[in-house]
DNA sequence: ATGTTATCCTATAAAATTAGTAGGCTTTTA
DNA sequence: TAAAAGCCTACTAATTTTATAGGATAACAT
């Protein structure tokens, strides 16, 4: 399951992309109209614009704006900055690789299962963006 | 990602499953041959028997097996036995369904995809079975 | 220059979940 | 009736999640 902190983080999202082209959010805006605990609200579109999704501006008129249009932010791409890995196990993961211990990946039935899920849930995840979570 | 506590699950009904139709496996047997922590594999073992995996015997000569042939368990089950909801946000959960706060149903992007996600992610879970799992 | 507005940064705390342990009870079999 | 196994309840430790607090820094307006 992804962590509210996620949920929150797409919601902001959401929000940011339906200002698209316009002037930027800001923080205290978000929080109210999406009721996301402003303080916790901070650290998610810290930890997105560390990873170059957003741009903020400070001072009056200031606030939050999308770096990339909502056609190229996809939803894979945001569950790992706000939530991690996508897979199912570690040893499975693109992005997040561990290696088990006690297990050889190359007989290992559960992972090879886990590698099927992997690939279609990430079929999903990489092609749906933002825009899609966008109302018509 | 999936608990710790489900990947012991994977192996151990591996384990079973590779005992199918033998005599029934006991708990200490598993927990060296799996290394997984016995008292830990006693509460998984538990719990899978009372959604009815597993049947049980007491005594010398009992232990585990499997109650159904592991082409009839499927992963879906498994992973919802033990780790919970297989979705990705508790308002697309099939079994494990609850409400979001602050958000309608029929218009909810976030949801909509999540949805889709869902789907992608159960067709695999629920056709995949232990006995994909096992080597051949 | 200086106050205002907003983001940025670091630390801390509370709550929830996960992982694991302990110890005795019950059932089956020899 | 003793042993071998699972069954049951409670507890603890570690980790992760969900925040909150408070000041530092940058941009802008007057």
């Known amino acids: ?17 339906e200002n698209y082209g316009k002037e930027p959010v800001k923080i205290s805006t978000i929080s109210i ?14 930890d997105l614009k560390k990873a170059d999704m957003l741009e903020s501006k400070k001072g009056k008129g200031g606030g939050y704006r999308l770096s990339v249009s909502p ?11 706000i939530n991690g890995p996508i897979a199912l196990l570690p040893c499975v993961s693109l992005n997040f690789y561990e290696k088990c211990v006690d297990c050889d ?8 299962m886990m590698l099927i899920a992997r690939d279609a849930t990430l079929k999903v995840l990489e092609k749906k963006t ?6 018509e």
Do not use: W
Not at 35 to 46: A, M, V, Y
Not at 71 to 81: C, D, E, F, P, S
């Open 105 to 112: 990946e190359e007989t290992c039935g559960v992972r090879k």
């Open 1 to 17: 399951m992804l962590s509210k902190k996620t949920q929150y983080a797409f919601r902001a999202l959401v929000h940011l992309a």
């Open 71 to 81: 056609k190229n932010l996809n939803l894979a791409t945001v569950i790992r900055i």
């Open 33 to 46: 109209q999406q009721k996301i605990p402003l303080k916790f609200l901070e650290h998610i579109l810290n």
């Open 130 to 135: 933002l825009y899609d979570m966008m109302n």
